[in-house]
């Protein structure tokens, strides 16, 4: 400093001065020289200016650069930067290393069912829970809504990685006290390895994803370790959603229709719509492989729209033929909800084969339903009050609650297939099938059993007053024509037959 004043007449710089009362503060310091006209040296003057605030404001935006600001770990920035700093001194020392995927189930539904201070608490205690089970040099981000990745340096052996997991699961398994409600949440991990299953942050983290989308599937609250196999799933969606995209343009797909019957008198009241799908390039594909890769590339909007119009042209010929459906049921995903006008659409294309939308049921899957945001939710209603029929599928695996089951605009529920399967013997599969019977008819919703496959079930089904059936014993989904040859048969069997259809 004196050798820089000295020859420059000045210095500026931060130092570290002390307060009367011996804390230290840091200050900018400038010191200019006074010289006479002589040149000599008559006075120093310094400048003391309290760099404490503009520290604290410099330190808070590098903070919130850095950090969430909900839960005040690092955010996906930060992680990055982690995570390749970490891979450096693994790949450095021949390390091993994790990160685990961490998605809560169906934090959306306390969001939207008990607003966003309490979904706001929860994660902040759900950051706590996870932290409380790591250890310090384990960095635990927040990357996304409901989304925590923690980067596990050091790994040994899996066994390691597998009970961290688990004590994750384990922490967040216990019920939370939050603005008097008493909440139980769960998450799904997905665990990825570096070297083993790849060496770059975006490959890793993508692999870890999609584990921990397969332990969803698999049905949550678990962990789940990401397999070549679940790679090979990634190229085949891949290749799917290519070949997808031509689909439409080359008349690939088409539709078949499955009857839908008066359980007690064997009258086919309904049919329900569903997609096939011969790809040129890839054979036959099921809708379970290709909706789901449609609905993420987009494509199901398009898709969905085809569907919907072979459907309403299907019935109107079935109308011409006279078999007297009541109406035609459409599987329709809420990612069509995206499109906009969805509901003028549908509309008009009812009126265009001179329908009335009162004949079109909507068969919405419950687990859409339950992770549905409030638009998802006016547009159900407004696709009733255009006079749509709607239909909950799969009920009985998307965790509905019965005050949000009497909230929603619906008319029929589906009896899921996997309740139907052991009926009559499995005894838990006769008490929940009697209840969603009772819970149904007690809102006055249609009861719909669907995966029928024996008279035992349909005989139980009858008798403990279901509605109505689907499933391969009555029929399996046929094409056009082959749904026409199978009405007339049905339309033919004499009505003493009809009467005494069930049982
Ligand atoms: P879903 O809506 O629950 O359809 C019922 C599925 O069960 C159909 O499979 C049907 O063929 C099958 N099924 C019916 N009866 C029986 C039975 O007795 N036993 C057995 N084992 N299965 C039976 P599919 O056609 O493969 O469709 C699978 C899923 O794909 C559908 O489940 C639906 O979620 C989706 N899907 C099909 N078509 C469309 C569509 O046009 N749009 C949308 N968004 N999704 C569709
Ligand atoms: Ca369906
Ligand atoms: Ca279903």
């Not at 990401?226 to 439409?248: K, M, P, V």
């Not at 459409?330 to 969805?342: K, P, Y």
């Not at 007053?465 to 024509?481: N, V």
Request: glycine share 6%; with cysteine.
């Amino acid at each position: 400093m004196w050798s820089e004043i000295i020859e420059n007449d000045g210095w500026s710089g931060k130092i570290e001065d002390k307060k009367k009362d011996g804390t230290l503060v840091t200050i900018w310091l400038s010191i200019s020289v006074v010289r006479d006209d002589n040149g000599e040296i008559i006075n120093y003057i310094a400048i003391h200016t309290n760099l404490e605030n503009i520290i604290k404001s410099q330190e808070r935006i590098d903070f919130l650069a850095y950090h969430d600001s909900l839960t005040k770990l690092p955010n996906r920035i930060s992680f990055e930067e982690n995570l390749e700093h970490s891979l450096k001194f693994a790949h450095k020392h021949s390390e091993k290393l994790a990160i685990l995927f961490i998605d809560l189930d169906r934090f959306k539904v306390i969001n939207d069912s008990l607003g966003h201070h309490v979904g706001d608490e929860l994660l902040k205690e759900v950051a706590l829970r996870i932290k409380s089970v790591l250890h310090e040099v384990n960095t635990l981000s927040r990357v996304g809504g409901d989304e925590f990745i923690v980067i596990l340096d050091n790994v040994d052996k899996n066994e390691q990685v597998s009970s961290l997991a688990s004590s994750i699961l384990e922490t967040l398994s216990t019920p939370m006290e939050i603005h008097g409600h008493t909440l139980t949440t769960s998450a799904s991990i997905g665990i990825s390895l570096y070297p083993h299953d790849a060496s770059d942050i975006v490959t890793l983290v993508k692999y870890a994803d999609s584990a921990m989308y397969r332990a969803k599937e698999l049905g949550k609250n678990r962990y789940n370790f990401f397999t070549q196999e679940l790679s090979s799933d990634i190229d085949y969606r891949l290749e799917i959603e290519q070949e997808l995209r031509n689909a439409l343009k080359n008349d690939e797909l088409y539709l078949n229709f499955q009857p839908q019957y008066t359980l007690k008198t064997g009258i086919v009241v309904s049919a329900e719509a569903l997609v096939r799908w011969k790809s040129e390039k890839l054979g036959q594909v099921g809708p379970d492989k290709f909706i789901p890769v449609a609905e993420d590339s987009g494509l199901i909007i398009e898709i969905g729209e085809y569907v919907f119009r072979e459907s309403c042209a299907f019935l109107k010929a079935s109308n011409e033929a006279g078999h007297g459906l009541e109406r035609i049921a459409i599987n329709v995903s809420t990612q069509q909800f995206h499109q906009e006008n969805i509901v003028a659409i549908f509309t008009s294309i009812v009126k265009e084969y001179g329908l009335d939308t009162k004949n079109v049921e909507i068969e919405i899957t419950e687990r859409y339903i339950m992770e549905s945001t409030e638009g998802n939710i006016s547009i159900l209603d407004q696709l009733r009050e255009s006079g749509f029929k709607i239909s909950i599928d799969d009920f009985g695996t998307g965790y509905s609650s019965m005050s949000y089951l009497k909230k929603l605009p619906i008319d029929t529920i589906k009896i899921d297939k996997s309740f139907i399967d052991d009926l009559p013997d499995g005894a838990n599969d006769v008490a929940i099938t009697n209840a969603i019977i009772a819970l149904s008819s007690s809102l006055n919703y249609h009861t719909v059993a669907e995966g029928i496959e024996n008279q035992e079930q349909q005989d139980f089904l009858c008798e403990n007053g279901c509605e109505i059936g689907q499933g391969y014993f009555f029929s399996r989904p046929l094409d056009r024509e082959n749904f026409f040859i199978f009405m007339k048969s049905v339309q033919s069997r004499t009505k003493s037959e009809t009467e005494t259809y069930c049982i």
